[in-house]
């Protein structure tokens, strides 16, 4: 079992940057690709960002590619995403969760169903 929960989110201009940090406990992150997800308001919910257990893999959704940086402590039990140059297009909740399965590009390794753990979230809010 893996706790997770989400900080950093918060109300930023266009064109600014947020770090947003998952702190785990329970089992180790290390057992656990890590991804960040969000949702808009009636939207579905759509993958950002996922990191491999070393860290020496990541994938990111088109629409981050270029302005987010995932990363991960694992002595530290902590994934973060950086991200900048925001849009008010990025506003959603973003959520941090863990993957059990051991395949990085797997079918589910960007859809919601591929992860077995979640945190609460945490609200980005981009103002034009």
């Known amino acids: 079992q893996v706790q997770l929960v989400e900080s950093g989110g918060g109300l930023v201009q266009a064109g600014g940057s947020l770090r947003l940090s998952c702190a785990a406990s329970?089992?180790?992150?290390?057992?656990?690709?890590m991804g960040w997800f969000r949702q808009a308001p009636g939207k579905e919910r759509e993958f950002v960002a996922r990191?491999?257990?070393?860290?020496?893999?990541?994938a990111y959704a088109d629409s981050v590619k270029g302005r987010s940086t995932i990363s991960r402590d694992n002595a530290k039990n902590t994934v973060s995403l950086q991200m900048s140059s925001l849009k008010p297009e990025d506003t959603a909740l973003y959520y941090c969760?863990?993957?059990?399965?051991?395949?990085?590009?797997?079918?589910?390794?960007?859809?919601?169903?591929?992860?077995?753990?979640w945190g609460q979230g945490t609200q980005v809010t981009v103002s034009s």
């Open positions: 969760a863990a993957r059990s399965r051991q395949i990085f590009n797997g079918v589910t390794a960007s859809r919601p169903q591929g992860y077995d753990y």
């Open positions: 329970g089992r180790t992150v290390s057992n656990y690709t």
């Open positions: 990191i491999s257990r070393s860290g020496s893999n990541t």
